[in-house]
């Protein structure tokens, strides 16, 4: 079964709003996340690391405003984009880190953010 | 810095046929490697991963990737391509950052 979910599947939201997305860790707790974006026919690009319980850490070029990560509990973790324009518009998948083996993560299925 | 290049960006194979898709990695110590598979509008799914123990290193759905250290390859294989094969996979190596880096991917078709 799925190890990884994600809320919602698929958004469509207007330019100027935000969208909160959703990462929960089904099987076990989570101390770590990660979050990938994706465009179209290209390949993952890490945005930026969730730890549980403290400030999210985000890859150079990401604007930590515009991309908020909480992550509250052991099995959730949140991407909020805010004030999102059509660029915006991407697949984004988390992955949630297992174990000691700190290259053990698991994908979740992914959410399609469409900005009109 | 760790990296990974995907060579061709698309491969078509007929059914039955060899699978072949090709990675390439960088790395000034002895990588992870991993391949993923990606179905349309999906997350990723592990197929194999390296970890420095055997270099023929099998995954699920019969595929299979040999690390060769002389030739700094990483090839994902498979004897006989299947139609439900279909997909993007991308190949990937652990940095030393703790960090997963992918390849840009390869799309697989797979003719009738």
């Known amino acids: 079964g799925a190890v990884v979910s994600q809320h919602p599947s698929r958004v469509i939201c207007k330019s100027g709003t935000s969208v909160k997305i959703e990462c929960r860790s089904l099987?076990?707790?989570?101390?770590?996340m990660f979050w990938y974006r994706q465009f179209p026919k290209q390949s993952l690009m890490l945005m930026a690391t969730?730890?549980?319980?403290?400030?999210?850490?985000?890859e150079q070029g990401v604007e930590k405003d515009k991309f908020l990560i909480n992550h509250a509990s052991l099995t959730l973790s949140t991407l909020t984009v805010t004030s999102a324009h059509p660029e915006d518009s991407s697949f984004y998948i988390c992955?949630?880190?297992?174990?000691?083996?700190?290259?053990?993560?698991?994908f979740g299925p992914g959410t399609r953010l469409t900005v009109t | 810095a760790q990296s990974v290049t995907q060579l061709g960006s698309h491969v078509s194979v007929s059914e039955g046929a060899l699978v072949l898709l090709r990675c390439n990695y960088s790395?000034?110590?002895?990588?992870?490697l991993f391949w993923y598979v990606q179905y349309p509008n999906q997350g990723l799914q592990l197929l194999l991963k390296y970890t420095s123990a055997a270099t023929l290193v099998k995954g699920i759905n019969g595929f299979e990737a040999e690390f060769k250290k002389s030739e700094t390859s990483f090839h994902l294989t498979k004897p006989s391509a299947h139609m439900s094969d279909a997909a993007e996979y991308f190949c990937?190596?652990?940095?030393?950052?703790?960090?997963?880096?992918f390849g840009s991917g390869t799309r697989l078709s797979i003719r009738p």
């Open positions: 790395s000034s110590v002895p990588p992870y």
């Open positions: 969730s730890n549980e319980g403290s400030k999210a850490t985000y």
């Open positions: 099987d076990f707790q989570a101390t770590t």
């Open positions: 992955s949630v880190l297992k174990g000691g083996q700190s290259y053990e993560q698991y």
């Open positions: 990937a190596v652990y940095s030393s950052a703790s960090k997963i880096i």
